[in-house]
């Protein structure tokens, strides 16, 4: 069997930051406490919290005297105002790709513009870039956009200023950019996609496209890693979607010759490890991609 590492699997810039912040902040003696899981990977936030980082899922829950991580999805304007009032340090590990975005709908905002916002509404990071603004439209399809404008005829006409969740996929950012565009009149767009999403996801693509099997690695609730399976399940027949080695499906593995591996943006490089020695281990990998691969990467 040949096993094919993408070169982008594993933390982006953003994460690492992040997790690097707790980090630190822990080991210069600070009494931290992370404001919901740091990044979604439930590996790393055990690792924090044996490195003595709390962890806290709502700001009332804050207890006094606390240095609060901010994590990198980013939190709503609410929240810093009431961490001020409160008299709350903070370290604010907040991606700056989605710190961007925090701007961009606040100046749309104050400049008489309506912040049209492609994404889940239900993941962190939309929660906190649509709490940036006071008047914000979440979408996540042309659908749900034709939906809005039938509401009214001057829907049309709204000056809109149009972000996108950081891992959204190309094809959903495209589609609902190209109906827009069709449809309304005043528009200021701007495509905040990750440029580390945009290279994860085309090189997955890629992988899916030449391996028999895909093992994508990373938390279940990591949207971007979800969405890596979503790509790759388009294009290959056997895609495994594990948290870490133990969930590897060897027998399901077994008679493939070619398989590829990714893994999301908040997927520590140990663990990526650990799956390829797994298998490694226990099938017959070809060494010669094994050495290569470890080489590249780790
Ligand atoms: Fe930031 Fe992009 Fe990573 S938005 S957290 S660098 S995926």
């Given amino acids: 069997m040949k096993l094919l590492l993408a070169k982008s699997a594993g933390f982006c810039f ?21 404001l919901g899981p740091v990044i979604h990977n439930a590996h790393v936030v055990e690792d924090l919290k044996g490195r003595g980082v709390g962890l806290a899922f709502s700001p009332e829950e804050l207890p006094d005297g606390k240095t609060v991580v901010i994590r990198s ?5 609410r929240v810093y105002e009431y961490l001020e009032k409160r008299g709350l340090s903070y370290i604010d590990s907040t991606c700056p790709n989605v710190s961007r975005i925090h701007r961009l709908v606040a100046e749309a905002e104050a400049a ?23 008047n914000p439209l979440i979408v996540e399809n042309p659908e749900e956009i034709a939906r809005w404008l039938a509401e009214a005829e001057e829907n049309r006409d709204t000056p809109l200023t149009v972000v996108c969740q950081t891992t959204c996929t190309a094809e959903q950012w495209n589609s609902c950019v190209d109906f827009i565009k069709k449809e309304c009149t005043n528009l200021q767009i701007f495509d905040t996609i990750c440029s580390t999403t945009y290279r994860r996801q085309s090189e997955a693509a890629a992988l899916a496209s030449e391996c028999d099997a895909m093992v994508i690695i990373g938390d279940g609730k990591s949207s971007n890693t979800r969405r890596l399976a979503e790509i790759c399940r388009a294009r ?32 520590p490089a140990w663990i990526i490890k650990e799956v390829c020695d797994k298998m490694s281990d226990e099938i017959n990998v070809n060494e010669e991609s094994f050495a290569e691969l470890l080489e590249k990467s780790f």
């Fill in 14 to 34: 953003g994460v690492s930051r992040a997790v690097n912040l707790a980090r630190e902040s822990a080991a210069a003696g600070k009494d931290c406490v992370m």
């Fill in 73 to 77: 999805h980013g939190e709503a304007r």
């Fill in 112 to 134: 008489g513009r309506r912040p049209l916002i492609v994404g889940n509404p239900l993941h962190p990071e939309i929660v906190a870039v649509a709490g940036w603004c006071d």
């Fill in 236 to 267: 290959c027949g056997r895609v495994f979607l594990i948290e870490d080695a133990s969930m590897l499906p060897l027998s399901a593995l077994a008679g493939a010759s070619v398989v590829g591996i990714t893994a999301g943006a908040s997927t």
